[in-house]
């Protein structure tokens, strides 16, 4: 049975009390907290198996190989891939931009078009800045409506438009919380596009609600470990096979392990897919945490920490929209069976900028992020200086809303607004 009072229980950071009072983390949409599983599993690594990988003939650098394929394979399966099509980078925007230098560079040319949308994170858009500039290709950017959805008039314009190379779009929005429905997207684009390539950023969606990369038609999609349970500087990016056998999708970081043979002159590569863009030694120690959360993960069921987090993301709407200083971001014009919503609700305090809002927030021991998220030409698009953002995890209860409820009546006095 999903419980969020038992699982806060195997988070060791909810023991501690620098300042003698509970944590309330509304902050886990930048980075989650890890349970002790995590911990352990990669203290356990450390302590049993450390050797570098595929490079020694000792049985101690065989067991690291075997804990390395292992957790490989793990995290795979959690998305629903193929091991082969998993490539370990150090979180979601190495990953976009492994996609941006491994493919773009070779398949994006003069005149091509790059869509993305107005609502992405800075790293989904400025990789393709970047690469638009290397190639002479053009990026365009799919409106947003007042409610805080794709415009789907600006998705159809501009998914027709000539030569659309590439769509990446996030699966749900860091700041507006918004679940975009990307299984019908890339059935319309296909449709309009038939050479497209698609990537999905699943940074906000894959810790609350299942992904399957195969199911999803999906050329390529993208993930940080740290924002699901895992620890800091892992991530992966999924590549469709196809791509990777016929070389559409090349390594970006030459080096270590991925070579077949060097002379003075010229290298050869492995053909073994998933040694091919390991440059350099990996972190296995790191990709063991992660698969241990993945495993976390699965044993809870990922329908139900998804039904968890539909539960707080309306309880947090309904406590917040009650409050008349707020004005609440992103789609709430909803019935219960339709949410596209999800892991966050953001909001602007009239009259009192975000990181005040923070600050009073934090002193009644509530962590909340304030700013723009990452997403600039969203807020420049609502004209918003600035917004705080709740966001939950598997570890949150109501009572942690409750929490930020109660603070922000303090912003209330403070404030005199
Ligand atoms: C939707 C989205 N994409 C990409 C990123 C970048 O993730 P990272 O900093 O782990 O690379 C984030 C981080 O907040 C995000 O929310």
Not at 236 to 253: A, D, K
């Amino acid at each position: 049975m999903f419980n969020p009072k038992t699982i806060r229980q195997d988070f060791p950071i909810f023991s501690q009390n620098p300042r003698g009072e509970k944590l309330v983390y509304l902050d886990s949409a930048a980075t989650s907290q890890k349970p002790q599983v995590v911990l352990d599993a990669i203290t356990k690594y450390y302590q049993t198996s450390n050797a570098n990988v595929h490079r020694g003939v000792h049985q101690l650098s065989d067991r690291s190989t075997q804990v390395w394929d292992e957790s490989r394979a793990t995290i795979a399966k959690f998305f629903d891939a193929n091991p082969e099509e998993l490539i370990i980078t150090r979180n979601t925007t190495e990953a976009i931009n492994g996609v941006a230098y491994g493919w773009g560079d070779h398949n994006v040319q003069f005149g091509d078009i790059i869509l993305t949308t107005l609502m992405e994170h800075h790293s989904n858009i400025v990789c393709w800045q970047e690469l638009a500039r290397r190639t002479g290709a053009t990026v365009e950017y799919i409106e947003i409506t007042k409610e805080g959805r794709l415009d789907q008039k600006s998705l159809a314009a501009k998914l027709s438009l000539p030569k659309v190379r590439l769509l990446a779009l996030t699966h749900v929005s860091n700041t507006l919380g918004t679940l975009n429905p990307v299984a019908e997207i890339i059935v319309q684009a296909r449709a309009l596009q038939p050479d497209i390539r698609i990537l999905i950023d699943a940074a906000q969606s894959a810790p609350h609600i299942p992904v399957s990369f195969a199911k999803l038609d999906v050329d390529f999609l993208v993930f940080s470990g740290h924002k699901m349970l895992g620890p800091m500087g892992i991530g992966g990016l999924l590549v469709r096979q196809s791509l990777l056998q016929s070389g559409e999708m090349r390594p970006w970081l030459f080096g270590g392990g991925m070579i077949a043979a060097v002379t003075k002159d010229a290298t050869t590569f492995t053909d073994e897919l998933s040694e091919r863009f390991v440059a350099g030694t990996p972190d296995v120690a790191s990709a063991v945490g992660l698969a241990a959360a993945c495993a976390y993960l699965t044993k809870l069921h990922m329908s139900d920490v998804g039904q968890h987090d539909l539960e707080l993301v309306l309880y947090a709407l309904e406590k917040l929209s009650a409050i008349p200083e707020l004005e609440i971001i992103g789609p709430q014009d909803f019935s219960e069976s339709e949410v596209d919503r999800v892991g966050s609700v953001a909001f602007i305090y009239k009259g009192v900028h975000a990181h005040d809002v923070a600050q009073v927030l934090d002193s009644v021991g509530v962590a909340v992020r304030s700013g723009h998220h990452c997403t600039m030409p969203l807020h420049e698009q609502f004209g918003w200086v600035a917004s705080v953002r709740a966001s939950c995890n598997i570890y949150n209860t109501t009572a942690d809303i409750d929490a930020l409820v109660t603070g922000l009546a303090k912003v209330r006095q403070v404030f005199k607004v």
